[in-house]
């Protein structure tokens, strides 16, 4: 009995050993096999062909960027919104102590911490100017108006996704309730 399983493992060894002495080593890559990182992505931005409103003063949510800025920042609830690609749309409006505001309607990719800007107010106040429309770009995070790393950590994104759904952030962002506060 020792000697049929002793045999039938020596020939199962030699199986194995002729088939790899059958061909030559080489580089070539010849399985289907992809590492997930070695992944090219598939990711498909959705089509932003309608932009939201101007926004109204009674529509705007505060949120805080840094102690230290002079600047006051808000979204516009109205226009926000989750899109089935990841990407967090809104509108903010930066203000100045003296007055002056900027109002952009730009978007955050959760997956891989990059923003576009596909809007910004025109200079009349009164529409919006696609003309200033850029490409997706990598979030600044240090300087002291980083509303974007701000929206991204505190409200929009978790674990490279949305944070929920519209809704759940504008709640979030009404209530001050920041990722981290989740936390304690």
């Not at 007055?99 to 955050?108: D, F, K, L, P, S």
Request: aromatic share 10%.
């Amino acid at each position: 009995m020792k000697a049929i399983a002793l045999f039938a493992a020596s020939a199962a060894a030699l199986a194995v050993l002729a088939g790899c002495g059958s061909s030559k080593p080489s580089n070539k890559d010849d399985s289907a096999f992809v590492y997930l990182m070695d992944r090219t992505p598939t990711w498909t931005e959705n089509k932003v062909d309608t932009l939201p409103p101007l926004p109204q003063e009674a529509n705007l949510l505060p949120f805080t960027v840094s102690e230290n800025t002079p600047l006051t920042f808000f979204v516009d609830k109205n226009s926000l919104s989750v899109g089935t690609d990841g990407v967090v749309r809104y509108t903010v409006v930066v203000k100045s102590p003296a007055g002056a505001r900027n109002v952009n309607y730009e978007g955050i990719r959760c997956d891989n911490y990059n923003w576009r800007l596909y809007a910004s107010i025109n200079e009349d106040q009164n529409g919006w100017d696609r003309t200033v429309e850029n490409d997706f770009q990598r979030i600044e995070n240090g300087n002291l108006n980083a509303y974007r790393a701000a929206l991204y950590q505190d409200y929009f994104c978790a674990n490279k996704l949305p944070m929920g759904s519209a809704k759940q952030i504008l709640s979030n962002i009404q209530m001050k309730r920041t990722a981290v506060s989740n936390y304690h």
